[in-house]
């Protein structure tokens, strides 16, 4: 059975078998295991080239309360993402590693502060944590920079920002107490920025320490000129130069890079000083912490006791301002890892451009070209590509992938080898087929009798004319697929799933960054403008996978032509290029605060119920809750921002209001006036905006799912509508084929039904698209053709 995209990331999340692992090798080729989880953002971004910086737990485990450790990761995340990286929180959960922690998972883990039940987790401590987690006891632990640069290296991750390093304790030549960190410095190649050793070590004899073990250690000038000194964590300076001076991020993305291409297994240090309208004065600071170490000597606080104890005493002595520092410098940190992350990302994808394989282009007798444009813009008509049709009810533009699955064939059905053997050829079925978010509403838009034109992009290359043959195979019109030309860093989209015996992943590459291209690398205006002129469809179907200007550049020519939108969030990490500005060109973001009712830019969105809490907290990272526009429609609507819990829990459920999704959809409301959040088993939410003068607002089977309504003629809705729709069916675990296109058919059905028959509502179709749904799930190879038995029923309600 072919395993897709959407299945192979739902086998990841529900913890798929893998063989086992004997060694950092094989954990690197195998990153999801019963020890080790790597997000799907992470996985993501790590296999496309985005800059990730990893982010350690201790610091919340064991350094600010709860729930001031919350809002500080949460504000440490969010400096990442504003910055262009993406953020890798690493922690331990009940005995299992995560790379990339939910915000459910960093609540968890950081509420342990009240009652100490997480442990700090360094090199010595994984085996133990996990052991005894696979043996019944799932203890939490927060992971040191020991700890966290281990799990980075295996997740693939190369920096890392903090707070302080550990170092050689004062009398460490007596006592060894040295922290793990430096030795992993010595042995992990990755590279860690801090501002310097805690001032209460002894900063020489760390700084010799690290000489010995073979690690670079360099501090950002930070504006200043000639040599500096090696920061001393609370103050800029600590009277010993810094071995190495950095002068700016592309500098140090520079060193990364070269080490990385070097026989040089060691990690590498780079201090950046505390910003100074935080930083204690040299000689105060050495006042606190001698007064603190004699203390902590008095008391008899040693070993792993001692950094705590220290540092509680430094907040005392200084009255509160060590915390105010140390907040401020693992911001400054985080924001300058991200900087490096994002200036290493441009060395290294350039290489990708330059190295990276692709099959050559076959050439065609018939190949046109417009001379006139770019090089880039340039788009090829091959022989088998169709005429635009001269109208459209529906327009999709998303991506268009290549999907191969590699089944692992053992010669002999009774051997015990059920995973492919790394590092040689191994038997395998493999299968192929087409994929992507776009491709799947589109193809499921046309099964329900909708006249669709799908536009996406590939490349004029052996993968990308498979493509655009097995489009015409489906029915689908392949005008709206713009081709470009077959060069290095430009090739069709492909996903390649690697399954075991059992059909279980074992490891899945993406190669999307054809969808990644810029606007500027894409040709609107002269290619997809005039198929919208033409086409004049009613609604057309946006979905993340394209970058966030690009996405409003749609969206914008959407409106142009009198068409409504409709988002496809495709994931977590995606869903949140609604709100935030384009991380490469700096675009604005496609909603911004102003983009409220009736000037909002889309209609309709349908997350599932972790998109919604993602596209909820982007928003928020952006600010646009407090827009004046967006109160002035969450005051119109008559209800509080997070709603009236009673009302909710009626239209609901009493565990959706605890998960807050409904909450979460009102908020969103004035920028997306309807919201449908798939819930799985639970159905589907459908939460939306009704026009003034709506005759549901006063009709009395629609009174149960009216939460509100609004007696102010100065907003353009009459109320709120909230109507949780049971799912079509409950299907056992053995009836589910496969989970690829499920969601896709849901939104490609529900919104070809909403433009081929503009009289029909949203709760009149919804209940059509999860039957359709459905049918998809028991059905191999993504959406169902099933769904053409659906075209009478929807003729039946239209009319």
Known sequence: MFVSRAAARLQCRRGTRLPHLRSLHDLQKHPQSRFLQVSEEVRDAVATGKPVVALETTIYTHGFPYPENVALAQLLESVVRKNGGVPATIGILGGVARVGMSPDEIVELASTVENKSAIKVSRRDLGYICGMGMAGKKIHGGTTISGTMILSELAGIRIFGTGGLGGVHRGGENTMDVSADLTELGRTPVTVISSGSKSFLDIPRTLEYLETEGVCVGTFADGRTGPVDFPAFYSRDSGIRSPKVIQNE???????????????????????????????????????????????????????????????????????????????????????????????????????????????????????????????????????????????????????????????????????????????????????????????????????????????????????????????????ENAGIQILPAKSGTRTAQYVAINDAKKDLVVAMADMGIVELSEKELDFDQFWEPLMASAKPHWVVVDANWR?????????????????????????????????????????????????????????????????????????????????????????????????????????????????????????????????????????????????????????????????????????????????????????????????????????????????????????????????SRRTLMSAGGVSKDLEGLVAEFKAIAQ
């Open 548 to 772: 966030p200007e690009v996405i409003a550049k749609w969206t914008s020519m959407a409106r142009k032509h009198g068409a409504r939108v409709a988002f496809e969030p495709v994931s977590n990490a995606k869903s949140r290029r609604l709100f935030l500005r384009d991380p490469a060109s700096g675009a604005d973001a496609p909603i911004g605060p102003t983009q409220t009712v009736p000037n909002h830019v889309i209609s309709l969105a349908c997350p599932n119920r972790y998109e919604l809490s993602t596209m909820y907290m982007a928003a928020r990272e952006a600010q646009l809750f407090d827009s004046p526009s967006w109160w002035a429609a969450i005051d119109a609507m008559g209800l509080s921002p997070s709603g009236s819990r009673e009302r909710l829990v009626m239209a609901t459920s009493a565990k959706l209001v605890d998960e807050g999704l409904p909450q979460q959809s009102i908020q969103l409301l004035p920028f997306i006036p309807c919201i449908i959040t798939k819930l799985g088993g639970a159905g589907a939410l459908l939460t939306q905006l009704l026009p003034r003068n709506d005759p549901r607002l006063t009709d009395p089977e629609s009174a149960p799912y009216i939460l509100s309504r609004t007696s102010s003629t100065d907003v353009p809705f009459g109320g709120v509508y909230m109507r949780l729709f049971p799912p079509a069916a409950i299907l056992a675990a053995d009836e589910v084929v496969s989970v690829n296109g499920a969601g896709d058919t849901l939104l490609g059905v529900l919104v070809a039904g909403l433009a081929k028959y503009p009289t029909l509502r949203v709760e009149n179709v919804l209940p059509l698209a999860q039957e359709a």
């Open 250 to 476: 592309a500098e140090a993305a520079a060193i990364v890079y070269a080490q990385s291409h070097l026989p040089v297994r060691s990690g590498l240090l780079f201090c950046n000083p505390v910003p100074e309208d935080a930083s204690f004065d040299k000689l105060e600071m050495d006042r606190i912490v001698a007064e603190a170490v004699r203390l902590a000597e008095v008391q008899g606080y040693t070993g792993s006791d001692n950094t705590p104890f220290v540092l509680a005493k430094i907040k005392e002595l200084s009255g509160g301002k060590s915390v105010v520092a140390n907040r401020a410098l693992i911001e400054s940190n985080v924001q300058r890892a991200t900087r490096v992350a994002v200036e290493l990302a441009k060395l290294e994808n350039g290489d990708r451009g330059v190295k990276a394989g692709h099959m050559p282009a076959i050439p065609s007798p018939t190949k046109s070209t417009n001379l006139d444009q770019p090089k880039s813009h340039q788009t090829v008509s091959p022989p088998s590509q169709s005429h635009a049709p001269e109208k459209a009810d529906l327009v999709v533009a998303g991506s268009l992938a290549i999907d191969l699955s590699c089944d692992y064939a053992p010669f002999t059905p009774e051997s015990s080898q059920d995973a492919p053997v790394p590092h040689t050829s191994n038997p395998a079925v493999i299968g192929q087929s087409l994929g992507g978010v776009g491709h799947n509403v589109a193809l499921a838009a046309r099964y329900i009798g909708s006249e669709v034109l799908f536009c996406s992009v590939v490349a004029d290359d052996l993968s990308g004319r498979a493509a655009l043959s097995a489009l015409e195979t489906e029915g689908l």
